[in-house]
């Protein structure tokens, strides 16, 4: 995920849980925890996803939840109610 996100926007930060923060040089940083529920992903339970969210400087911007196991994705922003 890092590879690619530096790819296509090389101006972002990045921070992980796995790999820590890259500074970027926009206000815009990629918050990732690829595996969030290790354990459950470990012993084959379907109770695990994959996390991406986009900040600013001041706040979220979008927010992404990926469980590959059970084909769903939500998706929000701080404009949802």
Do not use: C
């Not at 890092?2 to 926009?26: C, M, N, W």
């Not at 595996?35 to 996803?49: H, K, N, Q």
């Amino acid at each position: 995920m890092r590879k690619l996100i530096h790819d296509q926007y090389p101006t972002h930060g990045i921070l992980g849980e796995e790999e820590g923060a890259v500074a970027g040089f926009s206000k815009l940083t990629r918050v990732l925890d690829p595996i969030d529920g290790t354990r459950a992903f470990i012993t084959g339970l379907p109770l695990w996803g994959t996390l991406i969210a986009l900040k600013d400087s001041e706040r979220p911007v979008l927010g992404v939840m990926n469980q590959p196991f059970t084909g769903e994705r939500y998706i929000g922003t701080p404009d949802d109610s």
